[in-house]
């Protein structure tokens, strides 16, 4: 299984609301990753997980909150979002290796009203 | 990281070589140069990577110059399916998880024609 799965697909909140952004890989992966990616824009790092424990927060604001359940899982948790943070959320992963690639899942559309 | 500079869109014919040039000027001995791709509607896919010699894989060729400051991605046969915005991305490569940040550039749009 060489495959990074997110869920949802789309996902439409508003600004009240409190939802959650899921990936999974089963690639025996150490490292993932949280991107946010703006039309018509390149991928922006936010978080990096290493080993289960957060290595890298790219002064994110704290309304999204990672977490690292085990060495599969990686979830966003949303709150209190604003309509500018409507995007798209990109999941990675790698090997925890030098100079490893990293792989992408399909990315969560996210609108906020 | 160094930064990277990419023309904004480039044009190929189907079935004709695709060369996509990167400057990178102010690269630094230990740095890496690495090209992504992302197909309209999909998370950026790796194509390859390299550090000073050419490489070669399955997807595509990688040419380093000698002083390390620019590089091109070259796509033997270009299809349709090939179309999508290239990123050249120049990483420092030491240790492993903090380190393995990617910084991705504004890339380049191949539209490959019929």
């Known amino acids: 299984d060489t495959e990074v799965t997110q869920t949802p697909k789309h996902l439409v909140m508003g600004m009240t609301n409190k939802k959650s952004l899921k990936c999974e890989q089963h690639m025996g992966h150490r490292a993932m990753y949280w991107y946010k990616q703006k039309a018509k824009k390149p991928p922006e790092l936010m978080f990096v997980?290493?080993?289960?424990?957060?290595?890298i927060n790219e002064s994110v604001p704290s309304r999204f909150s990672p977490e690292c359940p085990n060495s599969s899982l990686l979830n966003l948790h949303l709150h209190a979002l604003q309509p500018e943070d409507s995007a798209l959320y990109l999941c990675a992963s790698s090997q925890d290796l030098p100079t490893n690639e990293q792989f992408f899942g399909p990315g969560t559309r996210l609108t906020v009203l | 990281d160094a930064k990277t500079t990419q023309p904004p869109s480039m044009d190929c014919a189907e079935g004709r070589a695709a060369n996509l040039p990167c400057n990178h000027s102010?690269?630094?001995?230990?740095?890496?140069v690495y090209w992504y791709r992302q197909i309209h509607s999909q998370g950026p896919q790796y194509i390859i990577h390299?550090?000073?010699?050419?490489e070669t894989n399955e997807m595509a060729s990688l040419i380093i110059t000698e002083d390390r400051k620019s590089s091109t991605l070259i796509l033997p046969h270009a299809t349709l399916r090939d179309t999508a915005v290239y990123y050249c991305i120049v990483r420092e490569v030491w240790g492993g998880g903090a380190t393995n940040k990617l910084i991705f550039g504004t890339g380049t749009l191949l539209a490959v024609q019929p």
């Open positions: 102010t690269i630094s001995g230990n740095e890496y």
């Open positions: 390299g550090l000073k010699n050419n």
């Open positions: 997980y290493s080993y289960e424990k957060l290595s």
